[in-house]
């Protein structure tokens, strides 16, 4: 995968759910290969504001979750330089990653008219492929409140990860990192769970379509990395 300049890329359909959550596969899907194929650790970072937002100018400092704003996610892709962790797993506390000591393998990407959140476990159905009918791991396997910082991206839950980093002026609190076997860890935690979940639904400028029957789960698994796509 060829580096990529720090310009945004500005992906046009995106507001269309059901795209989106093909690009947001798509990136995760990338860095896990980019991490096998160089014997490295990538993170994929999720950052949300509102889609008023001039795009050249996000807020600095970033906010921490619960994000703010609503309706445009900006996605990053980076890779350690040096084939480790950056920061040591067992240094407790949240540290910054060395800007120093990675690289971007991708330019930001937003979407519009997006919003991540917890969509709420599955109802079974007939359909294998349906949306009720995905794995409930990354419900069943809750660990803080209604949000699980091991299992579930949300721009709307309070947790962050321990290795934020920063990409063009954004940092990335909501991660997902691969290590160079291919296993995906979530947020806080080092240890890959089995199953975890990025929900997204569309949004009318900055307010969340609640309503909305366009709704998508994006599910990967830790250890083999295999991502899907559940619609309604």
């Known amino acids: 995968m060829a580096l990529a300049g720090p310009t945004l890329l500005k992906l046009k359909g995106a507001g269309d759910v059901t795209s989106a959550a093909y690009d947001i596969s798509g990136l995760v899907e990338n860095a896990r290969a980019f991490a096998l194929a160089n014997n490295t650790y990538t993170w994929v970072g999720f950052y949300e504001e509102n889609n008023t937002a001039l795009s050249a100018l996000p807020a600095t400092p970033s906010p921490t979750p619960p994000y703010p704003g609503k309706g445009r996610v900006i996605m990053a892709a980076i890779a350690s330089k040096d084939g480790t962790t950056i920061v040591n797993d067992s240094v407790?506390?949240?540290?910054?990653?060395?800007?120093?000591?990675?690289?971007?393998?991708?330019?930001?990407i937003k979407l519009e008219n997006i919003h991540l959140v917890d969509i709420g476990a599955p109802d079974p159905t007939q359909d294998p492929n349906a949306l009720g009918s995905r794995s409930s791991l990354p419900y069943n396997n809750t660990l803080?409140?209604?949000?699980?910082s091991q299992t579930r991206i949300s721009s709307e839950g309070t947790e962050v990860t321990r290795r934020p980093f920063v990409s063009q002026g954004y940092t990335f609190y909501k991660t997902i990192r691969f290590n160079p076997r291919g296993e995906a860890q979530i947020n806080s935690t080092y240890t890959?769970?089995?199953?975890?979940?990025?929900?997204?639904?569309?949004?009318h400028g900055i307010i969340p379509d609640?309503?909305?029957k366009n709704v998508v789960a994006i599910q990967f698994t830790g250890i083999a990395g295999n991502v899907k796509i559940y619609r309604r």
């Open 92 to 108: 407790s506390g949240t540290s910054v990653l060395d800007p120093t000591r990675f690289y971007q393998i991708n330019k930001n």
């Open 144 to 148: 803080q409140g209604p949000f699980s």
């Open 192 to 203: 890959p769970k089995r199953c975890a979940e990025i929900g997204i639904i569309p949004t």
């Open 210 to 212: 609640t309503a909305s």
